[in-house]
């Protein structure tokens, strides 16, 4: 999964600027007229003369290299523009037309001469020039709109102002060049505030760049760093190919950030995809150690299991099955597939097993279905002893009934847990009984009864001397207390003798 690192983040194709502006500015033509005004000869560049300032690139070639009958360098037809009448008048106030056909054009810095047009009249020759400069009019104008626009760049802005100072620097043209200069020189200013805005977007969009790819690396980081035991692989890995997408379309189509920090933010992102590929082979490897240890184990257990299936030792087998279940649950998980299989198979020795053993429990328990009969009939006859009220009679008689309990076999599996639980009910109560009655007859209990009256009357006889003595004292106070101890004792007297009675009986 991993990719190679990031491509060259260089610039888009960027048009020329000076080329756009020809292009969405149509070029303009040679003059239409007849036949014969078509056939004149193209303008040409105008011989300097002394003290003109140096011609534009217009230049005319050698006489030497041409015929005299034709004239030299002509200028190619051009697309016609149409321009408004009162612009080309005033354009064309900036120029005049020699005998010769020369046309020269005013300038703070004097007269110069653009080109020649022989053989057409002035205002024609003149006119050419003049579309020329309306061209370039055009031109400034088109940038002018264009800068507060978003869709030129720093590069486009540069590029389209050099073009338009070259082209404005001695054009072959016929208008008010100086004031065209001007408005050119004040673009140049609003071109910079245009670029401090562009770059400062530019350093914006940087930002937020570098934010939005800084949250990919960070996400991806989360993800290599989640614990391995508690990883969902499939969504995760799903989840860093979504971010790796998300990373190649911010670099095709979102701002470009500098190097450095997309080569140190593209080293976290591929180092956090490498971790993560990494710990998921080891899971998945350790996962398949783990996977083939399961199946090795319970392939054992299913063959141990298909061994013990047609046994019909009902007791030991159905201990041995819950052993081989409590290692089946111990052992994991193999892959789903040799699972499944391998769990189909245990589940078949032990249901064989189980119905082998239901099928002949239920045999057993209609052959015991008789002394069911007899044994809840017994347990008619133990619990009519009950409550006890002669101990020796209860006694024999529950004899007799266990003894015939005992005879009477088996009952089935399902009723034995009943059955016991009633005639052990029995058996307590008659036990119960019969410690009552040893605990009364007691000769241990007796004399401790004895002795405990004998001591009673003792105190009751000194006490009544004392009261005796303290009536004959008129002591009324100590004669009350004395009569309410005498009471008390005369009262425990009765009880005691009364417990002694009852353990005789």
Same mark, same amino acid.
């Given at each position: 999964?991993?990719e ?20 969405e ?16 000869p ?17 230049r005319?070639?050698?006489p ?52 020649q047009y022989p053989?057409?009249?002035?205002d024609?020759?003149?006119?050419l020039?003049v ?6 009019v ?22 389209t ?18 004031a ?20 400062a ?9 570098v ?9 991806a980081?989360k ?6 035991a508690?990883m969902q692989w499939?969504?995760?890995g ?8 998300q ?14 920090t ?8 591929s ?7 990494r710990?998921?082979r080891?899971f998945f ?22 061994a ?6 009902w007791?030991?087998?159905a201990?041995a ?16 597939k ?10 078949a020795a032990?249901d064989t097993?189980?119905? *082998? ?18 044994k809840e ?6 619990? *009519?002893?009950?409550p ?8 024999a ?11 009477a076999?088996k009952?089935p ?21 019969d ?14 009864a004895?002795g ?25 106070r ?15 007297l009765?009880?005691?003798?009364? *417990?002694?009675e009852?353990?005789?009986?």
């Amino acid at each position: 999964m991993s990719e190679s690192t990031p491509g060259s983040n260089g610039p888009d194709h960027v048009e020329d600027p000076a080329e756009q502006a020809q292009a969405e500015t149509p070029p303009s033509e040679a003059p239409a007229g007849d036949d014969e005004a078509s056939a004149a000869p193209a303008p040409q560049p105008a011989p300097p003369k002394p003290g003109a300032p140096k011609p534009s690139a217009l230049r005319r070639p050698k006489p030497s290299a041409v015929p005299a009958a034709a004239p030299t360098t002509p200028v190619a037809p051009v697309a016609p523009v149409v321009h408004d009448a009162a612009e080309e008048a005033a354009a064309g106030n900036f120029g005049r037309v020699d005998d010769d056909g020369t046309v020269y054009v005013r300038e703070a810095a004097g007269e110069r001469s653009v080109g020649q047009y022989p053989g057409v009249a002035a205002d024609e020759a003149l006119s050419l020039y003049v579309r020329r400069y309306l061209d370039l009019v055009a031109k400034v104008a088109l940038f002018d709109t264009r800068l507060d626009s978003a869709d030129l760049s720093v590069r486009e802005i540069d590029q389209t102002l050099s073009k338009l100072a070259e082209e404005t620097a001695e054009p072959a043209a016929v208008g008010d060049l100086d004031a065209l200069r001007d408005r050119v020189a004040g673009l140049r200013d609003r071109a910079a505030e245009r670029r401090k805005q562009l770059d400062a977007e530019r350093a914006a969009a940087k930002d937020r760049a570098v934010e939005a790819r800084t949250a990919i690396v960070e996400a991806a980081e989360k993800i290599a760093g989640t614990d391995p035991a508690k990883m969902q692989w499939r969504p995760a890995g799903e989840e860093l190919r979504g971010l790796l997408d998300q990373w190649k379309d911010a670099q095709r189509h979102g701002p470009r950030i500098d190097r450095p920090t997309e080569e140190a933010l593209w080293k976290r992102f591929s180092h956090a995809r490498t971790a993560f590929d990494r710990e998921r082979r080891h899971f998945f490897a350790e996962l398949e150690q783990r996977n083939t240890a399961a199946k090795a184990t319970k392939e054992r257990l299913a063959a141990e299991a298909e061994a013990l299936q047609h046994s019909t030792d009902w007791g030991a087998t159905a201990g041995a099955y819950r052993d081989l279940m409590t290692q089946w649950k111990a052992a994991g998980r193999a892959n789903r597939k040799d699972d499944d299989a391998l769990w189909a198979r245990f589940r078949a020795a032990q249901d064989t097993f189980f119905g *082998a053993r239901d099928e002949a429990n239920a045999a057993i328990d209609a052959e015991y279905g008789e002394n069911l009969k007899v044994k809840e009939q017994l347990l008619v006859e133990a619990e *009519a002893l009950l409550p006890v009220t002669d101990l020796a009679s209860a006694k024999a008689a529950l004899r007799d009934i266990q003894d015939r309990w005992e005879d009477a076999g088996k009952v089935p599996r399902g009723d034995i847990q009943r059955v016991e639980g009633r005639l052990r009910a029995v058996e307590s109560a008659v036990r119960e009984a019969d410690d009552a009655r040893w605990k009364r007859t007691n000769p241990e209990t007796q004399a401790r009864a004895e002795g405990a009256a004998a001591q009673l009357e003792d105190a009751i006889a000194g006490l009544e001397a004392e009261l005796a003595a303290a009536r004959e004292s008129g002591d009324r106070r100590a004669a009350e207390e004395l009569e309410t101890a005498i009471a008390a004792r005369r009262s425990w007297l009765e009880q005691v003798v009364q *417990a002694a009675e009852d353990s005789r009986g």
